[in-house]
């Protein structure tokens, strides 16, 4: 299946930016304002990010596909040139453009969500595998010196 990309119409009205500097910055902003946790999403690479304030539509772009591992929890993560989703408070949903590794075999994240702040727990699903699994949310946290 071909990645989807995030079609001009559900763009219409969005803040965009460009360069990985301030893509970087603004992402994690987002990313902090829905009470998700900043390192979520791997921020190097990022040539492009946008937000539509009414739909919580979001996407970011890079020049390719990257893999990145979170090592706290030994977990192997793809993310596609462009991913996208819909973002609201503790929850990224529609997710596109993002897949985890499970044993073999790479599954398509759907659904990222904090059902319970309190908990410390974040969870995956997979609307495809219908799998969810759980993490601490510090998995995903950018320490402080590491937010340059």
């Known amino acids: 299946m071909a990645p989807q990309v995030a079609s001009e119409d559900k763009k219409s009205g969005a803040e965009v930016y460009h360069g990985s500097e301030i893509c970087r910055k603004k992402t994690m902003e987002l990313l902090e304002q829905a009470g998700l946790p ?12 946008g ?16 893999e990145h591992e979170f090592k706290a929890i030994g ?4 993310y596609d040139a462009e991913i996208s989703g819909y973002v609201e408070q503790h929850k990224m949903k529609k997710v596109s ?3 985890s590794k499970e044993l073999l075999v790479w599954i ?3 659904e990222i969500f904090i059902e319970d702040p309190s908990n410390g727990k974040i969870c ?3 609307a495809v595998a219908g799998i969810k699994k759980s993490f601490p ?9 590491d937010k340059k």
Do not use: H, P
Not at 38 to 49: A, F, P, S, V
Not at 51 to 66: H, I, L, P, Q, S
Not at 75 to 78: A, E, K, M, S
């Open 108 to 110: 398509t994240i759907s």
């Open 51 to 66: 937000y539509v304030r009414e739909t919580g539509f979001v996407w970011m772009k890079r020049n390719k596909k990257v």
């Open 137 to 145: 949310v510090g998995a995903f946290e950018i320490e402080e010196n």
């Open 75 to 78: 977990r192997l993560v793809q």
């Open 124 to 126: 995956f699903k997979s």
């Open 97 to 99: 453009g993002v897949k």
């Open 38 to 49: 900043n390192g979520l999403i791997l921020l190097d690479g990022i040539q492009e990010c």
